[in-house]
């Protein structure tokens, strides 16, 4: 028989377990009702191309091929195979499906939202101040770009290792030991396994020794000012830290490796190191600004060149003034100096003092550095309502107010990533001389057939930045396309003027130097490109083709097979390669490699034309050897 009386103790724990859950639930919940859309969005030609869509070592799937070429690949200026696997993964199990890779971005921002609140109520205790730094996390429009683009699978796989880093340390700090340290050691490593970016960890972790975990206590409030000693020594904390500054260290050295290998690193030469330094200040402060009005937002601010001095300085002397101001408030309120040390050490490797790429600033570094800020907003506002009336109203309400107007911000700010034309249109109205957006909508209204509107995009582009050898070699593919062949040969020879070892200009050249006849000039440029580029399928492909017109089988089966071996899934290029082993007198061959066409492209007539044929010339039944192949054709149509 029951009590009468209810166990108000148990009553209490059950309540005390719910209502993390139910915060758990509504901000998973909220955070999937305006990232639904994504999975609706296309791949953008901005990098996803280069990490998914075109390249032939990711769309194939998980194999070992694949996984040991993510380990040894320089590939996209960086090191960072977990990158590459997640990506082989997504294709292994979807293939080119872009609203499934947008959902496994998605579901990782999900993760990280919830490891970012779990980790933060472990450290601090706290339910409702670490589930607004998750919802501002979750929500803030600045993180859009970082989820909303497949090619930035690396912020979200690389936070979910350096999140997964900051709970193992949680632990090991609980209760140091060699089997707790382990775990910060493998997820740090992993973590710079996804992206780089992750070396200032270590560095974060100690200010977390600070503030919230507390190993680190100078001064015990209510007291005289005297030093006391810390619970833990300052020496010990930091070499404890050793392997993982190691393991940075390691990672830094093979990211200058790879960046400087594939040209992304630029010279003192084209951004002069006054520059950096004052385009990194005001790149500091601009990020705060769009995190509290996140407007004009875009996928590539362009780099000025020249920032006003008083710019410059006006921005470094705020950030002074703001450094000062919270190491000076530490010891009452080490949260502030804690999130802002965060926030301005994590963006250290992204700054722009060592220049990757063109770009001014990124929404997407921010990704985990604003984590830092979120902190310090939440613990540091409520303390100055302490001691008001209805102190608990008026921080709730503010937050809600400001979550509910970052959400819409994000809400619409998806909507421009719906696919490049979107995205790039957006672009060009929120900055200005932007050549690389011009370049990149050109791009995308050209795959959609819209010639005439590419050809004046790309003359914009190079009325801001004639030296662009891209948009040369971009404007005369168009020109090419519409029949202007001679003026495309222009801006191809212009291309490599500004960049001899560009292999797609080599190879672009080729084709039109082709049609008009110049068969041997053709064979000499993409000769060209696969010198500079031994996997570039394209020109294997079309020096086949050349030398096939030449008469010379031999060597145009070499071709064939190369480009096989980069994409082994090319119908053209087995239809292409069985003629060329056909003329060889090579039938049996012939015939499998046709066989192989249709079976990537039922519906290929000339492969099965060609594949009957050869099925006479053999003395068989074509209808009998082909069965297989033709009948899907035939259901087809």
């Known amino acids: 028989m029951g009590s009468l009386f209810p166990n108000t103790s148990n009553n209490k724990d059950v309540q005390?377990?719910?209502?993390?859950?139910?915060?758990?639930?509504?901000?998973?919940?909220?955070?999937?009702?305006?990232?639904?859309?994504?999975?609706?969005?296309?791949?953008?030609?901005?990098?996803?191309?280069?990490?998914?869509?075109?390249?032939?070592?990711?769309?194939?799937?998980l194999n070992k091929e694949g996984i040991a070429w993510a380990?040894?690949?320089?590939?996209?200026?960086?090191?960072?195979?977990?990158?590459?696997?997640?990506?082989?993964?997504?294709?292994?199990?979807?293939?080119?499906?872009?609203?499934?890779?947008?959902?496994t971005n998605l579901v990782f921002h999900l993760m990280n939202t919830a490891l970012l609140l779990l980790v933060l109520r472990r450290m601090t205790g706290t339910l409702w101040r670490s589930g607004f730094v998750a919802a501002l996390f979750a929500l803030h429009p600045l993180h859009v770009e970082s989820v909303a683009w497949v090619a930035e699978r690396k912020d979200l796989l690389s936070a979910f290792f350096w999140l997964l880093t900051m709970w193992a340390y949680a632990r090991y700090a609980e209760r140091p030991g060699l089997n707790r340290y382990l775990p910060v050691l493998l997820f740090f490593g992993l973590g710079l396994l996804a992206k780089?970016?992750?070396?200032?960890?270590?560095?974060?972790?100690?200010?977390?020794?600070?503030?919230?975990?507390g190993r680190v206590q100078f001064h015990q409030a209510g007291t005289d000012s005297r030093p006391l000693e810390p619970k833990v020594p300052v020496f010990r904390l930091v070499w404890e830290k050793i392997p993982l500054f190691a393991l940075a260290a390691i990672s830094i050295v093979v990211t200058f490796a790879a960046q400087q290998k594939g040209g992304a690193l630029k010279?003192?030469?084209?951004?002069?190191?006054?520059?950096?330094?004052?385009?990194?200040?005001?790149?500091?402060?601009?990020?705060?600004?769009?995190?509290?009005?996140?407007?004009?937002?875009?996928?590539?601010?362009?780099?000025?060149?020249?920032?006003?001095?008083?710019?410059?300085?006006?921005?470094?002397?705020?950030?002074?003034?703001?450094?000062?101001?919270?190491?000076?408030?530490?010891?009452?309120?080490?949260?502030?100096?804690?999130?802002?040390?965060?926030?301005?050490?994590?963006l250290v490797p992204v700054i722009g003092l060592v220049q990757v790429g063109s770009q001014a600033m990124a929404d997407r570094y921010t990704y985990l550095p604003l984590v830092?800020?979120?902190?310090?907003?939440?613990?540091?506002?409520?303390?100055?309502?302490?001691?008001?009336?209805?102190r608990q109203s008026i921080l709730a309400v503010s937050a809600t107010v400001l979550l509910v107007s970052f959400t819409a911000c994000t809400w619409l700010q998806l909507r421009h990533w719906q696919n490049s034309i979107t995205l790039f249109q957006h672009t060009l109205q929120v900055t200005t001389n932007n050549h690389f957006a011009h370049n990149n909508l050109g791009v995308a209204l050209a795959h959609?057939?819209?010639?005439?509107?590419?050809?004046?995009?790309?003359?914009?582009?190079?009325?801001?930045?004639?030296?662009?050898?891209?948009?040369?070699?971009?404007?005369?593919?168009?020109?090419?396309?519409?029949?202007?062949?001679?003026?495309a040969i222009e801006h191809y020879f212009e291309a490599l003027r500004l960049e001899p070892d560009y292999d797609k200009a080599h190879n672009n050249l080729g084709n039109a130097l082709a049609s008009k006849g110049n068969v041997e000039e053709a064979i000499n440029h993409y000769s060209e490109a696969i010198e500079i580029n031994p996997d570039y399928a394209g020109a294997h492909y079309n020096l086949g083709n050349a030398l096939a017109a030449q008469g010379n089988m031999d060597e145009a089966t070499k071709h064939y097979f190369e480009a096989l071996r980069v994409l082994p899934d090319w119908a053209g290029a087995?239809?292409?390669?069985?003629?060329?082993?056909?003329?060889?007198?090579?039938?049996?061959?012939?015939?499998?490699?046709?066989?192989?066409?249709?079976?990537?492209?039922?519906?290929?007539?000339?492969?099965?034309?060609?594949?009957?044929?050869?099925?006479?010339?053999?003395?068989?039944?074509?209808?009998?050897?082909?069965?297989?192949?033709?009948?899907?054709?035939?259901?087809?149509?």
């Open 16 to 61: 005390s377990q719910r209502l993390p859950r139910l915060v758990y639930l509504v901000l998973i919940f909220v955070t999937l009702v305006v990232f639904h859309q994504l999975p609706s969005h296309d791949f953008i030609n901005l990098d996803d191309d280069i990490l998914v869509y075109e390249n032939p070592h990711v769309h194939t799937g």
């Open 71 to 103: 380990f040894t690949t320089f590939e996209a200026y960086n090191y960072h195979p977990l990158t590459w696997l997640s990506h082989m993964l997504d294709c292994q199990l979807f293939g080119l499906r872009p609203g499934m890779h947008h959902l």
């Open 196 to 213: 780089p970016m992750v070396v200032t960890l270590p560095f974060v972790l100690l200010l977390l020794d600070f503030w919230p975990l």
């Open 267 to 346: 010279s003192l030469e084209v951004f002069p190191l006054t520059t950096r330094i004052a385009n990194a200040l005001i790149s500091y402060v601009s990020y705060i600004g769009k995190m509290i009005w996140p407007h004009n937002l875009a996928v590539y601010y362009p780099y000025s060149g020249s920032v006003p001095v008083w710019q410059a300085a006006g921005a470094g002397l705020a950030l002074i003034c703001l450094t000062v101001l919270f190491m000076w408030t530490a010891r009452k309120r080490p949260y502030l100096a804690v999130g802002w040390l965060w926030y301005l050490g994590t």
């Open 372 to 390: 830092g800020l979120f902190i310090a907003l939440a613990w540091g506002v409520p303390s100055l309502f302490a001691g008001w009336h209805h």
């Open 448 to 487: 959609d057939g819209r010639l005439n509107e590419a050809i004046k995009h790309y003359s914009e582009a190079l009325r801001i930045k004639p030296e662009a050898f891209e948009v040369h070699n971009n404007l005369a593919n168009v020109l090419a396309a519409l029949g202007s062949v001679d003026e």
């Open 574 to 637: 087995h239809n292409n390669l069985g003629v060329s082993l056909e003329k060889s007198g090579k039938l049996k061959e012939a015939i499998d490699h046709y066989h192989e066409a249709l079976k990537i492209k039922p519906d290929y007539a000339k492969a099965r034309n060609n594949l009957e044929r050869a099925m006479r010339l053999m003395g068989k039944s074509a209808g009998k050897r082909s069965n297989s192949v033709v009948k899907p054709l035939r259901e087809t149509v």
